[in-house]
Nanobody
Framework: QVQLVESGGGLVQAGGSLRLSCAAS????????MGWFRQAPGKEREFVAA????????YYADSVKGRFTISRDNAKKMVYLEMNSLKPEDTAVYYC???????????????????WGQGTQVTVSS
C-alpha cells in the first residue's frame, strides 16, 4: 500500500509556472505507475499526466502536452509535475495517484488508480 501527499500548489498568473510534488510512503513505491489528475469546480476529474514505474514512459493529456512534464525519483519516493505556460483553464485541484499492474492502454483512466492523495489547489489568474 502507498500513501500520497501533494504539495506545491498556489496562485500564479497566466503564463507562469508551478512545480507540484507528490511524496509517497510505502516500501513498494517503485512498483507503481504514477499519475496526476485534476478536477475543476463543476467538472469531472480528468487525466493530466502519468509515468511508468521506472520512468521510461510518460503520457499526457492533449491539453497539457508540451507545457507540463511529469517525472519521478524512486530513491526519494517522489513524483513531480512541472507546469509551464499556465492558463486560467488549468485552474483545478490536482491529485497524485498510484496504480500497480496497470497497462499503457488504460493508464489514463482514473479508475485504474486505487491510491490517491488529498489534492493541492492550483489557481491561474488571467
Amino acid at each position: 500500500q502507498v500513501q500520497l501527499v501533494e504539495s506545491g500548489g498556489g496562485l500564479v498568473q497566466a503564463g507562469g509556472s508551478l512545480r507540484l510534488s507528490c511524496a509517497a510512503s510505502g516500501r513498494t513505491f517503485s512498483y507503481y505507475a504514477m499519475g496526476w489528475f485534476r478536477q475543476a469546480p463543476g467538472k469531472e476529474r480528468e487525466f493530466v499526466a502519468a509515468i511508468s514505474w521506472n520512468g521510461g514512459s510518460t503520457y499526457y493529456a492533449d491539453s497539457v502536452k508540451g507545457r507540463f512534464t511529469i517525472s519521478r525519483d524512486n530513491a526519494k519516493k517522489m513524483v513531480y509535475l512541472e507546469m509551464n505556460s499556465l492558463k486560467p483553464e488549468d485552474t483545478a485541484v490536482y491529485y497524485c495517484a498510484a496504480a500497480d499492474n496497470v497497462r499503457s492502454g488504460t493508464i489514463k483512466r482514473g479508475s485504474e488508480y486505487p491510491y490517491w492523495g488529498q489534492g493541492t489547489q492550483v489557481t491561474v489568474s488571467s
